[in-house]
Nanobody, 124 residues
Framework: QVQLVESGGGLVQAGGSLRLSCAAS????????MGWFRQAPGKEREFVAA????????DYADSVKGRFTISRDNAKSAVYLGMTSLKPEDTAVYYC?????????????????WGQGTQVTVQS
């Protein structure tokens, strides 16, 4: 089992920045690719960003490319999502997810463990 706890969400004005954190515990963190997903009210959960076990490569949804940055600190068993130039359409609950992988790759699908989510609200 892997436990994931997100933090760092909040209310921000359009054009502002936030940094989300996800603390992992329970299993060897370096065995997992990590991802961020989000779910806006009335919409399905969507992929935001992913990072491999080592930290490279990374992958981003087109809607956030150039504005968001995913990173990880394996020594701290943590993954982060830096968000800049935030837009009202970025408003959602953001979820951290972990996927056990053997090789060093990124994926947008079939994550094994999920956090409870953190709310991000961007005001226009």
């Amino acid at each position: 089992q892997v436990q994931l706890v997100e933090s760092g969400g909040g209310l921000v004005q359009a054009g502002g920045s936030l940094r989300l954190s996800c603390a992992a515990s329970g299993r060897t963190f370096t065995g997992y690719a990590m991802g961020w997903f989000r779910q806006a009210p009335g919409k399905e959960r969507e992929f935001v960003a992913a990072i491999s076990r080592s930290g490279s490569p990374t992958d981003y949804a087109d809607s956030v490319k150039g504005r968001f940055t995913i990173s990880r600190d394996n020594a701290k068993s943590a993954v982060y999502l830096g968000m800049t130039s935030l837009k009202p359409e970025d408003t959602a609950v953001y979820y951290c997810a972990a996927k056990f992988v053997i090789n060093n790759y990124v994926t947008r699908q079939t994550y094994d463990y999920w956090g409870q989510g953190t709310q991000v609200t961007v005001q226009s």
